[in-house]
């Protein structure tokens, strides 16, 4: 009994001590829960400005020329020559390749002795017409015998004028046997080459042909019905960021090619050194929209349950809440919405994975100044911090 109550003599000098720390421990994590609680993200959103009334269409081509020619021998034979190699410039009458032309000399040969003996023929039966008209003239010779010498003539006349058609044929074919390009151009491909035996009209070279100069485009059918002939285009080119022109839609296929399922566009180009054939050009054309959308970054753009979502801020709250939005599609800015967000709506536009419902996130006034400048400037998105 004496020893118990030693113990509780001795516990009110130390209760207070043991309470005392109790307490501060307890009031440490209270307010530690209080700031795990209380935290504040910053974020970096963007405030959704009028809904988009025209989209952009960005299809990739090469410069080719208006006219490209594929030259070929109009006689058959075996190549010889070829005096040019590709990328060369040529100009009109230029001799491009040559065949054997032996069996065509042969022939012009041939027709001139044709010829020749057609013509001593001509002289012999112009001579017994002769004959025959003074004998008759003298009553000497029938009627039928002046008509059958003139009917003899003039067969010697026919095969003689055969003979100099043929002859001018031949030496035509001789000519034939040189390839010759017929405009001023630039070589860009070469199908035969010498040794090679080719048949009349069977290609050999490529020209193609100073001037005007085009990008051609294939456009999908969905947005085919944008692309009229005349509609003004801005064409870019990949070799240099710098150059920028104006085109025009001068030519749009009226099928589908069969196995792409993509339409033909030529976009004609204003004259410019600084365009070279083969150059890849991006052609960029602005169309109406099918629908109103607003643009946000793509960074904005998160999943929830399958569904995509964007993370909008409360102004009078501070806090996040997931938003379902309609994607319409990409482009090389970010994502145009088609629905979900109105104009005036702030999204997060970065950090979306940290996001929960409620999460209480932090505007600078900078921030919400420049929401109230975007907005009143009509721009589609500003960036706050």
């Known amino acids: 009994m004496s020893l ?18 109790a307490v501060l421990g307890l009031a ?9 609680k209380d935290i504040i993200r ?6 959704i400005g009028q809904a988009q009334t025209t989209r952009e269409l960005d299809y990739s081509g090469s410069v080719r020329a ?15 020559e070829r005096l040019v190699d590709i990328g060369q410039h040529v100009t009109s009458g230029d001799v491009l390749a040559r065949i054997d032309p032996s069996d065509y000399d042969l022939s012009v040969k041939s027709a001139v002795a044709n010829l020749d003996a057609a013509e001593r023929q001509v002289e012999t039966v112009d001579l017994t017409k002769k004959r025959a008209e003074q004998l008759y003239a003298k009553n ?32 035509n074919q001789v000519g034939y046997t040189d390839l010759k390009a017929s405009q001023d151009g630039i070589v860009t491909a070469v199908t035969a080459d010498v040794g090679q035996v080719v048949g009349a009209g069977t290609p050999v070279m490529t020209v193609a042909v100073d001037g005007e100069k085009e990008v051609l485009i294939a456009v999908p ?12 285009v801005k064409a870019s080119f990949w070799s240099d960021d710098a150059l920028t022109l104006a085109g025009k839609v001068r030519e749009v296929a009226g099928s589908a090619d069969p196995q792409s399922r993509t339409f033909a566009v030529r976009v004609s180009l204003p004259n410019d050194p600084r365009v070279l054939l083969g150059m890849t050009a ?23 349950d399958g569904q995509k979502i964007v993370w909008t801020v409360d102004r009078s709250s501070e806090t996040v809440h997931p938003r379902p939005v309609k994607v319409g599609d990409f482009t090389a800015d970010g994502v145009n919405v088609a629905d979900g967000l109105k104009q005036g709506d702030v999204v997060v536009a970065a ?13 600078s006034g900078d921030a919400a100044q420049q929401a109230a400048s975007a907005q009143n400037d009509g721009e589609t998105t500003s960036s706050l911090r």
Not at 28 to 36: I, M, R
Not at 42 to 47: C, F, S, Y
Not at 144 to 154: H, K, P
Not at 351 to 360: A, D, R
Request: with cysteine.
């Open 221 to 232: 059918e969905m947005d085919i019905a944008e692309f009229k002939p005349g509609k003004d």
């Open 42 to 47: 910053p974020v970096k959103v963007v405030e």
């Open 282 to 304: 991006n052609i960029e054309a602005s169309v109406a929209s099918r629908q109103q959308m607003v643009s946000v970054p793509l960074s904005a753009l998160a999943e929830k």
């Open 66 to 80: 208006r006219t490209e020619m594929n030259l070929g021998f109009r006689v058959a034979g075996k190549v010889t």
């Open 4 to 21: 118990s109550n030693s113990i509780m003599s001795r516990l009110p000098a130390v209760g207070p001590a043991v309470l005392v720390v």
């Open 140 to 171: 000497f010779a029938s009627k039928s015998q002046l008509e059958q010498a003139t009917l003899t003539y003039n067969q010697a006349v026919a095969t003689r004028d055969a003979a100099r058609s043929t002859l001018a044929q031949a030496r």
């Open 351 to 363: 950090g979306t994975q940290f996001m929960t419902e409620n999460l209480k996130v932090k505007l």
């Open 28 to 36: 440490g994590c209270s307010q530690e829960k209080a700031e795990v």
